[in-house]
């Protein structure tokens, strides 16, 4: 692909890029180049237009593909299921205090009642009676949970928690993810998933 003249390059950039019907609908697995997912939730993947055009830089190798192809005036190319970087990502030491983040470490439950869906966070200590908004403080908790607690504490209104809420490590939070797969698996990206996963005794 590197041997391409000049203008088989911009006929990729300007023919690759567009979207024909049906071609959508082809993610690529990204993996590190120590062949483990980017991440595991969500998923590291992308679009096949953007995996086409990093094979075409020279900056994944593909080691899956589908059996659809896309076209240019000067060349075909099977779309890529999995594409490895070659230039490994270390993986952040730290791990951003965000929402989703929160939630993904309370596996998307409520740490008072155990419920899922509608989701909201709370500060265990109340703001009110000083408590501060970091990892050792807030937990996810449904509205009703949240309505019912308010701004009192957990010993007068009865709650416990389903576990004591700490900063999660990156690669705890990267093994949380493996039990929310996407709805959608290609059976190509099976291999590079959970091989690393940690055996049940």
């Not at 009676?129 to 949970?145: K, M, Y």
């Not at 416990?160 to 939070?173: D, N, S, Y």
């Amino acid at each position: 692909m590197n041997a391409l003249t000049e203008a088989d390059q911009t006929d990729f950039r300007t023919e690759f890029t567009r979207d024909p019907a049906g071609l959508k609908h082809f993610p690529a697995l990204v993996l590190n180049a120590d062949y483990r997912p980017l991440s595991y939730y969500p998923l590291s993947l992308w679009p096949w237009q953007d995996a086409v055009k990093a094979a075409f830089l020279d900056r994944v190798t593909i080691v899956s593909e589908y059996e659809e192809v896309v076209r240019s005036p000067s060349m075909t190319i099977r779309i890529p299921s999995v594409v490895v970087l070659k230039d490994y990502v270390a993986p952040q030491k730290r791990v951003a205090f965000t929402r989703f983040n929160l939630f993904l470490r309370d596996e998307f439950c409520c740490q008072y009642c155990g419920s899922k869906g509608d989701l909201t966070f709370d500060h265990v200590v109340p703001r009110a009676r000083g408590g501060i908004t970091s990892w050792e403080n807030v937990v996810a908790a449904c509205g009703r949970c949240n309505l019912r607690k308010g701004s009192r504490s957990l010993k007068q209104v009865g709650f416990h928690l389903r576990k004591p809420p700490r900063q999660p490590g990156p690669g705890e939070l990267m093994n949380m993810g493996r039990k929310f797969p996407p709805n959608y698996l290609h059976e190509s990206w099976m291999d590079f998933l959970y091989w690393d996963a940690e055996l049940e005794a």
